[in-house]
């Protein structure tokens, strides 16, 4: 059973930056994809970032390339999301997820069958 936690949200004002961290158990971390999610008020989840099991592959939706970068440390097990020049509109809860069979990368969000409790991110105007 993998177990996921998030930490690192908060409230930032626009321009500003956050690192969210996600801690992993239970699984064979250094062999999966990871992947984060969010999902803001009255709105449906939406995929963000993807990294491959070794970390050199990753994947971006294009309201956040160029700002968030993913990364992991598989001797840690532990991914991250660096969040640079937030935005209002980058405000949501932040999700952790992982495949739910071993996969080294994916961008299919159906794939993603573990999640975090969540972070929360709040970047104000």
């Known amino acids: 059973q993998v177990q996921l936690v998030e930490s690192g949200g908060g409230l930032v004002q626009a321009g500003g930056s956050l690192r969210l961290s996600c801690a992993a158990s239970?699984?064979?971390?250094?062999?999966?994809?990871m992947g984060w999610f969010r999902q803001a008020p009255g709105k449906e989840r939406e995929f963000v970032s993807a990294?491959?099991?070794?970390?050199?592959?990753?994947y971006y939706v294009d309201s956040v390339k160029g700002r968030f970068t993913i990364s992991r440390d598989n001797a840690k097990n532990t991914v991250y999301l660096q969040m640079n020049s937030l935005k209002p509109e980058d405000t949501a809860v932040y999700y952790c997820a992982a495949p739910g069979t071993t996969v080294t990368f994916t961008t299919t969000p159906d794939d993603y069958d573990y999640w975090g409790q969540g972070t929360q991110v709040t970047v104000s105007s």
């Open positions: 990294v491959s099991s070794s970390g050199g592959i990753t």
């Open positions: 239970g699984g064979i971390f250094s062999r999966n994809a």
